[in-house]
Every structure is written in C-alpha cells, then in structure tokens.
C-alpha cells in the first residue's frame, strides 16, 4: 500500500530530514529505533543522528565534486591548447585530485617568521565553511535540500559576502606586499560586484514574491505553449547576463582574477600559504565556482524543474531532478571554464569601470523595468 | 557619446569562444600536438643535436676538436692503444663545431638527448660510450 502510494502520490517534502525519515519509515526500521531511544528518554538523539547523517552525505559530496572539479577544468583547458592533460594517474587521469591532496598533505606547513600566526591560520578555515555553508539552502532536487530558508536568497548573498573578510585576513597576515595587494583587489573587486548581483537577484524576487529557493525554484516549474520551459531566463535575459558576469566577477575567475593574478602579484593573497592551507583556498575556490553557478541554475534556468517531469511518477521524482539539478550546473561550470579558456584579463581599472559604471546602472534599470512591468500586470 | 562606440554585443568575446569550441570538439584539422613523453617519444630531426659518436675506424686523434671546442668539453685520451676524444657531456653547448671540423668526418651527433645523471662523473663520456664501428653495424 505504501510502495502504491509512493508510486502514483503527490509527495513532496520540506526538505532531506523528512525525506530520510519517510524512507526509514518505509523500510520499517524508524519506529523501532525510535522507540528504543524513546524508552531512554533521549528521543533527539534520532533526530541529531538524522542531520548528522545528511549534512556528512552533503560535505563528502561537496568535497568529490570539488575535487573532481579540478580534474575537470585541467581536462577542459588541456582540451583547448590541443594537449592531454593528466592521463598517468588512474583512467583518463580520473585519480589525479586524490594525487594532488596527498601530495599537498604531505608538504610542509609554512608560517612566515613575521606573520600574525593565528589570524594567518584562522584565514583559510574563514574562507573554506563559508564556501560549504552556501550549500546548505540550495535545492538539489525535490525535497532533496538540507533546510529550506524562508531567506535563502538573502542568506547566500550574506555568507558570500563573509569570503572577502577572510581574503582580507589572509593577506594581511601574511605581512607580504604581494598577498596584502591581492586582497585588497579582492575585496574591492568582491565589494563592486555584489551590489549588481543582489539586484539582479532582486528582479527575480519581485517575480516570485519570496526569498526562498524552493519557492523560486517551484515558481519555475510548467511551461508556456506546451514547450518552452517558464524559465527566468526568458523573462530576465539581461538580468541573467549581468548576474552571469558578475557571479564569475564574485568568484574570481580568469577575465576576472584579480585575486591572483600570477603575472603581476605572484599568486595574489596566498603567495605565503603551503600545504593543507593552501589546499583550503584550492578547494574553496571551487567549491565557491559550484555553488554560484548551481545559484544561477536555480534564479535563471529552473533549478531542478525541467518541463514535464511532473508525469514521472513520484518515487522517482527526487533521483531525477537531481540528475536535472546536477547536468545543468555542469553546464553552467563548463560554461565558465569555457570563458576562462577564452578570454585574457581586463585591467583593474576596466572591471571597476564595468562594474559601477555599466552593471550598477543596468541592474538598476533592469530592477525598474521589471518592476513597472510587473505593477502595470503584463506578466 | 563615448558609451555608444563600446563593444556591447561583444563580438570578439563570442568570436573566441566559437574559436575555442571548436578547439574543445576537435572541428576541423585540430589534433592533439603533445605527446605523453615518457611513454611515447617525438620523432627527432636527423640534423639533431644530441649525444656525440665517434667513428672508431676514421678518427686518427688528431684533437682538432679537443682545440675548436669552446667550452674545452673534449679532451684526447688512450684507448685501446689509440686515441680518441672523451665528451665532458655536462660541459657541453652542443654547438656542433668539433664535427664542422673533423678533417675524417668521424665525429657524429645522434638523436639520444636524455642524458641527465646523478652524478658529475657518469658525465664524462669516455671513447668506450662514445666510439662506433661502421662495418660492425651494417
């Protein structure tokens, strides 16, 4: 009877706590384990194994893509100038991530003798949760999201906004010109870019009335005349390119790396750093590159919706929207390192330049335009 | 008026990456170009200048060579009751001239150019490594 009604039902949960628990009940084992711990008068342990349990499912899914994150941008590049890229260590190079972390776990440890020894190691910790913690509200699929903020959207933007503090730090114990030159553009560059984000991000809050991703995710599924899918893109095409560019601005990517820009600073705010602390900035950086795009996957290309796949029957709803989920966020990785491989960097001038002069201006009239429209009710 | 002469559509940012897809999707004549060198090696030109040979049979040690090296790489020694150059390979440029000068043509370069060691003395490169003999090999 459970199995039917997990077939052909309408189920949807809040968020992955409810999921686990339906599964543990339909497997049979919840109420007996929860009796156990009932009769010890301890019932929340349950419940704090359950969160344990998915938050370590998310991290080390976290950490694997990050990972295989690295191997997937040294293939694309290689792919691009006509060369290999890793091919010794495993199929295809497959293996080489898990090479280089325990190549760089075995390195020395360095401080500086004139570095502010706890900030310099407390910079890279800043840099590296914050990265994680922004998966927390993203929707990876149905019911697949660890807690479904009635903020989110405000919530990301704000742990986000933590990572040029930390950059900051990073520099500045470091007592290198190089690392505190590189954080001071980071933060500058951080700072600029943040407020064409936002207001992008708000166009598509005006659209669905609420900041939280599940709601504008859902606000995304259907379509119109029967096949085109009612993504934000198409209502938001220059707010989609705006916070496109000003994502890859956020992440410190190549048209816009000045973070570490090798030519002219070394490597920019970790010039001091070796070891596991550099193997921290490594993986925040692309743990940050995963978490924008799979944000511009759920305000612009409809998250995990794709058009139809309410036919499926319900059971199988939550695998395959995270399959949706996780290919379109690879194309919007692949997309970014595409551009990476393309484009040279601009010069410090030109990207404030573009980012107060032109993306300020056009997000705001972005915001005025969509506004009017929605009051004047053509959408 | 200067904001209406930018670059807005972006042109050559799509130009290239177009450029760059075509490169990912290996469009038209756009192979591979490297190798994976320690598994598979790159034909070497036959003018290459690798590792010094030296032609037992043609060399009469006259040590014009030992005097046209620059960098006082070769040295004459007795080998075999006969003498022949010895190639301080560590010291060499690889400039070719000892075989421009060789009045016998005995002196050769071949294509063998990993020649790194780990110690300065397995360098030296003495008429026992370097000597050849042309009717033994055909």
């Known amino acids: ?30 109420e007996p384990i929860n009796n156990i711990f009932k009769t010890l008068g301890i019932e929340y342990v349950l419940r704090i194994i359950i969160v344990f349990v998915e938050i370590a499912v998310l991290f080390v899914f976290a950490l694997l893509t990050i990972m295989f994150l690295t191997w997937m941008e040294r293939k694309v590049v290689a792919m691009v100038q006509a060369r290999y890229g890793p091919m010794v260590t ?42 994680l913690l922004i998966f927390i509200p993203l929707p990876f699929g149905e019911s697949l999201i660890i807690s479904d903020l ?5 919530y990301i933007i704000a742990i986000s906004a933590v990572s040029p503090i930390a950059i900051l730090l990073a520099g500045w114990a470091s007592n290198n010109k190089y690392s505190l030159m590189g ?29 939280s991703t599940v709601d504008i995710v859902t606000a995304q599924n259907g379509t119109w005349f029967g096949f085109i899918p009612k993504w934000f893109i198409f209502l938001q095409p220059l707010g989609f390119i705006l916070f496109l560019i000003a994502s890859i601005a956020e992440m410190g990517r190549i048209p816009f790396d000045f973070q570490e ?18 193997a921290m900035f490594f993986l925040a950086e692309y743990a940050h590159l995963f978490s924008v795009s799979a944000i511009v996957v759920t305000l612009f290309l409809g998250g995990w919706s794709f058009p139809y796949i309410s036919l499926l029957p319900a059971a199988l709803v939550p695998l395959v929207s995270l399959g949706v989920f996780l290919v379109k966020t690879y194309a919007v990785i692949f997309f970014a390192m595409w551009l990476r491989d393309t484009v040279p960097r601009v010069r410090i001038d030109q990207l404030l330049n573009l980012g107060w002069k032109i993306m300020i201006p056009l997000a705001l009239l972005n915001l005025l335009v969509t506004g009017f429209l929605l009051t004047v009710g053509v959408f | 008026m200067a904001w209406i002469t930018k670059n807005w559509g972006m042109v050559g940012i799509i130009k290239g990456l177009i450029v760059t897809m075509k490169h990912i999707l290996r469009v038209g004549n756009r192979p591979t170009v490297t190798v994976q060198y320690p598994y598979q090696k790159m034909k070497v030109s036959p003018r290459f200048r690798g590792l010094h040979a030296v032609d037992e049979d043609a060399c009469i040690g006259c040590g014009i060579c030992e005097v046209n090296c620059p960098n006082g790489t070769i040295q004459i020694v007795k080998h075999k009751t006969r003498w022949y150059p010895q190639v301080n390979i560590g010291m060499c440029l690889f400039c070719g001239l000892c075989v421009d000068v060789c009045p016998m043509n005995a002196m050769k370069m071949t294509g063998n150019y990993e020649l790194a060691d780990y110690t300065r003395e397995s360098l030296v490169y003495g008429p026992d490594r370097l000597l050849f003999n042309k009717e033994v090999k055909q």
């Not at chain 1, 820009?261 to 550099?278: C, D, H, I, P, R």
């Open chain 1, 1 to 30: 009877m459970l199995f039917l009604a997990m077939w052909t039902g309408d189920i949807m949960f809040a968020n992955a706590y409810e999921l686990i628990v339906f599964i543990l009940n339909f497997i049979g084992i919840y």
């Open chain 1, 90 to 131: 495993g199929p295809r190079g497959l293996l080489q991530p898990v090479m280089d972390g325990v190549k760089l776990i075995g390195k020395e440890d360095i401080i500086p003798a004139k570095a502010d020894r706890w900030v310099f190691t407390l910079a890279p910790f800043l840099v590296f949760i914050p990265a």
């Open chain 1, 150 to 154: 009635n903020v989110g959207l405000l």
């Open chain 1, 183 to 211: 954080a001071m553009r980071a933060v500058a560059q951080d700072i600029s870019y943040t407020i064409p984000l936002a207001l992008s991000a708000i166009a598509i809050v005006l659209f669905t009335g609420s900041l």
């Open chain 1, 261 to 278: 820009s090798e030519q002219e600073l070394v490597a920019g705010f970790f010039t001091e750093y070796s070891g596991m602390k550099f």
